[in-house]
């Protein structure tokens, strides 16, 4: 039996996302398994997972901190363990909201790893910093991507990936021995095509497929390049602590094998064309064009478009602008160090397509702990006490930033009175939602039921956003804040009803 | 056979006397968008009727047509109507509201304007019927009708009218585009070196049928089938993207166009955009309009490739291949 001051100890941090949590297990694998201590925000969070995930909950030990704190908001118990104990540290959180403004996603993804390794650099026995990125730390750049620094020349899509290319160059610089882990965008979990985590490349599907969504910058030329979660949590536990990769840059891809993109569309708009109830509605195939086009698309919705289709053209517009910048990313390092290549795109992005239909855009309840309930349960930032720690790779929790009333269209002219917006809402979902024979009423489930899913979310939250005259902020997305006409009511319309003056010129029809 | 591949000999158009400028139509609460947006996207002044009919000026714009190019009405075999149903087109634009409902349940509904032109322009050998539901491709439409029938039945000269108000308190606006009431007469006859109607294509979409209901999936599906439908055409006339010499659109907004040609890839087209400002959009017949506008001021010259491409609520996607 190994002693254990003689086993490695890691400290991990973004272990309560759904591939932290699958890096983990996979790290406890061996026997004897290093010792981990999991930077967690919230202890019991971790146990409540590893129990989900039938790991043994005393296998590793969660600490309570956060990336967003001085010193990691450490204890000082904590603090002296792990410096004693930790002889190298992977750093897996990130916040991936592409939608984030550049300071805000510097927060954790920056500053949050120059604290982890200002702290590591006082830890003696910690020698190797282990950094996951992401692949589009190259940004705008095109063509070949190597496996080493990115140079930042051709700027980025969105805040995340220059924030995430400015942590790199940190630990690029610091005293301990790096390596950095580059994936590219999680779209499953493993090649079975199965989905525990629904993400923004999800969404944008649905957006697509729902016919909300036409227009797509590239051409059929251009790669998405797409990896599996179980692909990515087996290449970084691997390769997180090998010797023999210090000062190395890995990309987890697909690499040559990434899906063109007319290749990718044809077989995504061939299996829906199986559906003859979605082949009769003749949705178009998205019209692929230049960045510059997509651009003029973007300005003309927002000039004319319903608030609607404002809010799904923005909430592509954070990561779309990539399929115009057609780059290919090197894989030798990584393909040489592993022995073998990230599984090949084709071989499950049809199965993954197929089984978000039939899960009704939900995904699966797999082995992660959310993400079953789509856009309120992961797309909002996870549950109501959102984790920083937590990373999902590139699979982004993404969701549409709300927007004011649309010019042009109806909307009440000052705050709503409650009953009336609850009666103006239940009037307008029974128009617009109601199954025949069924009746929503203020107090009917809308997600329980199926009433609402995470298209018609998005008209619920214009809507509300009409009726009220106000953004519906983001902390406020939350499913419970949704889940009955009452409660949407009660959550956005009852303080508004105390500043309304109670006249009948409040009631507009809203469509 | 190439002498008998039918043409549009000529075009003739009809407007109201009364016109308004986009600041006026929204001075009287007739536009939903902003005079400023809607400014932005070309548009100037419109022709907005008050004492007119859609009859008179259907008959203002055909009568036109024969007399300018010298058409003998006997030679016409075919009259083809679109627009203004019967139950308003002998109405003012004031009063179309109540003709409309005061029609609707009686023998008003059999008062047909396509007869009634028939007779009072004298086409004593023509045959008629009416199209309907088209939108802003009626006249397209019509024209392509009118195109098959010349071939198939061997009619010789087919004249189509299309005319189209809006009712008064119905605003000028559609959805970001403003509108004109107008007619607009085409001859379409057999042979002819002018104007050769060379390839022609529709795509209908019924599920977008209701606009204001799937509003913005019209919008989303609006680019990639417009895309489509012209590449259609092209295939059908037997051109590339590159033999395309001038575009004639529906007078949409121009940044809708922009955006559409950039898609299109038409590398050397132009776009006829000189009516969106002073016309705006008329349902009765931009794309012959235009034309016959370019035309008349040399800009489009004989020989060239020009394309014709319209829109209609309901939804319909048209597209016409004309060598001038």
């Known amino acids: 039996m190994t002693a254990v001051r003689e086993r490695p100890a890691y400290l991990v941090t973004g272990a309560t996302g759904l591939l932290g949590a699958a890096v983990v297990e996979r790290l406890l694998r061996p026997s004897p398994a290093p010792r981990l201590f999991l930077l967690v925000r919230d202890p019991s969070r971790w146990r409540a997972l590893a129990a989900a995930r039938v790991m043994d909950v005393g296998a590793a030990v969660p600490v309570a901190g956060d990336l967003t704190r001085p010193g990691l908001g450490l204890d000082a118990d904590a603090r002296a363990t792990l410096a004693r104990e930790v002889t190298g540290v992977l750093h897996l959180a990130a916040d991936t909201v592409f939608s984030r403004p550049l300071d805000e996603s510097r927060a954790v993804n920056r500053d949050g790893t120059a604290r982890l390794l200002d702290l590591a650099d006082s830890w003696p026995g910690a020698r190797r910093f282990a950094y996951v990125s992401t692949a589009f730390v190259a940004g705008r750049r095109t063509g070949r991507v190597a496996e080493e620094a990115a140079d930042g020349a051709d700027g980025w899509v969105n805040g995340y990936e220059q924030a995430k290319w400015e942590a790199e160059r940190l630990v690029r610089a610091s005293r301990r021995e790096w390596v950095v882990l580059r994936p590219s965008t999680v779209v499953c979990d493993d090649a079975r095509g199965g989905v525990s985590q629904p993400n923004a490349v999800h969404r944008a599907l649905r957006l697509y497929h729902g016919g909300l969504a036409a227009m797509m910058p590239g051409t059929d030329e251009s790669s998405l390049d797409v990896v599996t979660a179980d692909y990515v949590a087996d290449a970084v536990a691997a390769l997180a602590f090998r010797d023999d990769l210090a000062g190395e840059t890995l990309h987890l891809c697909a690499g040559d094998r990434a899906l063109p993109l007319g290749e990718l569309l044809d077989e995504t708009y061939a299996l829906w064309a199986r559906d003859a109830a979605w082949r009769r509605k003749g949705i178009a195939r998205p019209a692929l064009t230049d960045a510059a086009t997509y651009a003029l698309f973007e300005q003309a919705v927002e000039e004319t478009g319903d608030a609607r289709l404002r809010t799904v053209t923005r909430s592509l517009s954070h990561f779309i602008p990539q399929l115009a910048l057609p780059k290919r990313f090197d894989t030798a390092n990584a393909d040489r160090a592993l022995g073998y290549r990230a599984p090949d795109p084709r071989e499950y992005w049809g199965r993954l397509v197929e089984g978000l239909l039939e899960s009704g855009w939900r995904g699966e309840t797999g082995s992660g702990t959310r993400g079953a309930e789509g856009f309120i349960g992961c797309a909002q930032g996870g549950p109501p006490h959102r984790d920083v720690t937590t990373i999902e790779a590139n699979a982004v929790t993404e969701r549409p930033r709300p927007v004011p009333p649309a010019s042009g269209h109806p909307r009440l002219q000052r705050p709503a009175k409650k009953d009336l917006f609850t009666d103006e809402m239940l009037a307008w979902l029974n128009a617009r939602y109601a199954p025949p024979g069924v009746t929503i009423g203020a107090g009917t489930p809308l997600f329980k039921d199926r009433l609402i899913d995470s298209i018609r979310i998005l008209e619920l939250i214009a809507w509300t956003e009409r009726a009220t005259g106000r953004v519906v902020e983001d902390a406020q997305i939350r499913m419970d804040n949704f889940a009955t006409v009452a409660r949407i009511a009660e959550t956005f319309a009852a303080d508004a009803a105390d500043a309304a003056p109670e006249k009948e010129e409040a009631r507009v029809a809203l469509r | ?324």
């Open chain 2, 1 to 324: 056979m190439s002498d008998a591949v039918p043409c549009v000999r000529a075009i003739a158009y009809a407007f109201p006397d009364g016109t308004a400028t986009v600041r006026e139509l929204a001075a009287r609460g007739a536009l939903e968008s902003s005079p400023a947006t809607l400014e932005a996207f070309g548009f100037g002044r419109v022709h907005v009727a008050e004492r007119e009919t859609p009859y008179e000026l259907a008959l203002a714009a055909a009568s036109r047509l024969l007399r300018e190019h010298d058409v003998d009405p006997e030679s016409v075999g075919l009259l083809i109507y679109g627009g203004a149903p019967a139950a308003v087109a002998f109405a003012p634009a004031s009063g179309a509201s109540a003709a409309a409902a005061a029609g609707a349940g009686t023998m008003e509904r059999f008062r047909y304007p396509v007869t009634r032109l028939q007779y009072d322009l004298g086409l004593g050998g023509a045959t008629t019927f009416a199209l309907d539901q088209l939108a802003c491709t009626t006249l397209l439409g019509a024209v392509r009708v009118a195109r098959a029938l010349c071939l198939s039945e061997g009619i010789e000269r087919a004249l189509c009218v299309a005319s189209e108000f809006f009712p008064a308190s119905a605003g000028r606006e559609a959805i970001f585009n403003c509108t004109s009431d107008a007619a607009c007469a085409v001859l379409v006859e057999r042979g002819g070196e002018r104007n050769r109607v060379v390839g022609a294509h529709t795509v209908t979409k019924g599920y977008y049928w209701d606009p204001e209901a799937m509003r913005d999936e019209v919008v989303a599906s609006y680019f990639p089938t417009a895309r489509h439908a012209i590449h259609r055409t092209l295939d059908a006339a037997g051109w590339g993207p590159a033999d395309v010499d001038w575009v004639m659109p529906h007078n949409v907004s121009a940044r809708s166009w922009e955006i559409l040609l950039r898609l299109a890839a038409l590398p050397n087209a132009r776009l006829w955009t000189d009516n969106i400002a002073r016309r705006g959009h008329t349902l009765a017949g931009d794309n012959f309009i235009n034309l016959s506008d370019a035309i008349a001021c040399g800009a489009v010259t004989p020989g060239q490739r020009v394309l014709l491409f319209a829109y209609g609520f309901g939804a319909q996607w048209t597209g016409l291949a004309l060598e001038a």
